[in-house]
């Protein structure tokens, strides 16, 4: 078993005159959690339809588990398990039927096609909707059955493309737990999100792109410090001295980028770790009392604006993905 | 949650794949309780409005008229259970089941012959409930009874094969609307311009060609020729040639559509 279990190279794929992807290179060890960060229409759903086997690349090539998409997509997807952007459940079967279904159609016997799908009912907290219809259930009991209709194979390799788009903060929290728990059974998970909270919190690797190109990879750590040092924070007790504050902390910044000014907390990037030090000092000198002062890494938010120039969240009116899906339909 | 072994996998079966996805289909119809009605209680309202409005005019009394139009009842039936699979498979290509099937190792097709297979279920208890319906009627099978098996028997197939133009239709339309549109725009004339309510000797001349040329008329001729006994070597052969045809042409469509759709 090589330790890198996702492998992909120049992978290429148009749709009519867009290139959804246009030569993305990632590896995904064994084990971990591999995040494709990007806005609506990098080509993160692309990406993963073709590492699912469901879609071919123009050019490049993609190795599953040591196995080829293209050459050999039958033994990838024995080993995959996949959870789309929407839950892609029957919703005229009960949750219950969803899942002996699944099992079924892999091949296992009745009973324990059954005991497989109790067991993942319990797991994922649905054992008292197993006979209801999936039509009656909630936003987040489908993703979480979409999400155990994924496992019922028991896959190497779990595919997340998106997994919490669209959920409520509770249910993201307890979709992210059970993610982690797979992850620590031995599970390799490759996610897709557009939240940069949510690769932060889960990925180990992160590869960020954009257009279809890779712009970034690396540890969360590594993309942090890839834009500086760290974020200083103050809040003056009295607002009035905002102004004095934000002129103290500006002569400290890294660059020429200066303080920002919320209207209550300033901060400012730095990279020499003795500004800290300093704005006491000075602050103190300036007779300003401070609520709060504190260094920080800066968020994946930050991260982002400064590799693409843009905000993430701006892109989402494009929806790229969306609109090739349409090219693609027959008519 | 067990731990995150491989289980044992076998080789893709197409055949218990099938089986699986066409149970899947017909425990829909426990959640879709209107499919019952759809498959029942229609065809019977189809057979009493079209025997009691229509028969007394057409040839003088409704008994009579029941031993003509029973066999297009029928066929007309078959035409139209099949939009169930259309209707299915569109609804399975636009929420995303289809993915998951996809990424799955089973049998591809095991989708469209499951549907298929579900359907073809369907259509056996619709022909069981209006053949005995017409049978409380006063239906007779004038054929024997080798005629009554072999006339029913022909027409599920023909409702079977009628399942692909149906099946490429569901997969290739982009909404059910458009299912439902192209649809109807199809069968109800065929089955309305065929000898399935009228003999095609009373029609305008342009008509009457039309519904000589009309598969369904040779279909339904056969049905007819089987139930009630009388010569049907010569609309059998039509049929049949129209069968294969149809079955030829729309059937590798439809598995190509389903392996290009994503």
């Not at chain 1, 979480?144 to 209709?149: C, I, N, Y």
């Not at chain 1, 504050?245 to 000014?261: F, P, S, V």
């Not at chain 2, 040839?59 to 299915?88: K, R």
């Not at chain 2, 399935?196 to 519904?211: I, K, N, Q, R, T």
């Amino acid at each position: 078993m090589s330790t890198s279990a996702i492998e992909a190279e120049g992978l290429v794929r148009t749709f009519g005159k867009v290139r959804a992807l246009d030569g993305i290179d990632m590896v995904a060890r064994e084990g971990t959690v591999f995040g494709l960060l990007g806005p609506n229409g990098a080509g993160k759903t692309t990406a993963i339809r073709i590492l699912s086997t469901l879609l071919r690349p123009d050019a490049g090539r993609a190795i599953v588990g040591g196995y080829d998409v293209v050459h050999e997509p039958a033994k990838v997807r024995s080993l995959i398990g996949l959870t789309g952007q929407y839950a892609a459940v029957d919703e005229l079967l009960s949750g219950e039927e969803n899942l002996f279904m699944l099992g079924r159609l892999l091949g296992t016997s009745r009973s324990s096609a059954r005991a497989r799908a109790k067991e993942l009912l319990e797991a994922f907290d649905l054992s008292d909707a197993a006979g209801k219809y999936v039509k009656a259930y909630s936003g987040g009991m489908r993703r979480r059955l979409d999400l155990a209709a994924s496992l019922v194979g028991r896959p190497r390799f779990l595919y997340l493309d998106e997994p919490t788009t669209g959920l409520d903060p509770r249910s993201r929290l307890e979709l992210w737990g059970m993610i982690r728990t797979l992850v620590a059974e031995g599970t390799t998970v490759l996610l897709t999100t557009q939240y940069l909270d949510e690769a932060d919190r889960l990925a180990d690797e992160i590869v960020v792109i954009d257009h279809g190109k890779v712009i970034a990879a690396g540890t969360p750590q590594q993309l942090k410090t890839r834009i500086g040092g760290q974020v200083l924070q103050a809040q003056p007790a009295d607002p009035a001295d905002l102004p004095a504050t934000e002129k103290i902390l500006a002569a400290l910044a890294e660059g020429d980028d200066g303080a920002h000014n919320d209207g209550q907390l300033v901060s400012v990037s730095i990279r020499d770790r003795s500004a800290l030090g300093q704005a006491v000092r000075q602050l103190d000198d300036a007779g300003i009392a401070v609520d709060d002062l504190s260094l920080r890494r800066p968020s994946l938010d930050e991260v982002f604006l400064a590799i693409t120039g843009h905000v993430a969240e701006e892109e989402r009116v494009e929806d790229l993905e969306q609109g090739s899906t349409d090219e693609r339909r027959p008519t | 949650m067990s731990t995150a072994t491989l289980a044992p996998r076998v080789r893709p079966n197409l055949v218990s794949n099938t089986l699986q996805l066409a149970r899947r289909y017909l425990l829909h119809i426990k959640a879709t309780p209107e499919q019952l009605v759809e498959m029942t209680i229609q065809p019977i309202m189809f057979l009493v409005l079209f025997v009691f409005v229509f028969g007394g005019a057409i040839l003088g009394s409704w008994q009579e008229y029941l031993q003509y139009a029973l066999p297009g009842i029928l066929v007309q039936a078959v035409c139209f259970l099949p939009f169930t699979t259309a209707l299915a498979l569109n609804a399975d290509f636009t929420r995303g089941v289809i993915d998951r099937f996809r990424s799955l190792p089973i049998a591809r097709s095991a989708v469209i012959s499951g549907r298929i297979l579900a359907d073809g279920a369907r259509i056996a208890w619709s022909i069981v409930i209006i053949t005995g319906f017409s049978m409380i009627l006063g239906f007779s099978f004038g054929g024997g009874t080798a005629g009554a098996i072999g006339s029913l028997v022909f027409v599920l197939v023909f409702g079977l094969v009628m399942c692909w133009p149906m099946a490429f239709l569901g997969i290739t339309a982009r909404t059910p609307e458009s299912v439902n549109t192209w649809g109807f725009m199809l069968i109800l004339p065929l089955t309305f311009a065929s000898s399935a309510f009228a003999p095609p000797e009373s029609m305008p001349g342009w008509l009457e060609a039309f519904v000589n040329a009309n598969p369904i008329t040779a279909v339904i001729d056969t049905a007819r020729g089987l139930m009630l006994g009388g010569a049907v070597a010569d609309p059998l052969l039509k049929a049949v040639i129209w069968m294969v045809v149809i079955v030829a042409v729309f059937a590798p469509l439809a598995i190509v559509r389903y392996r290009r759709r994503i």
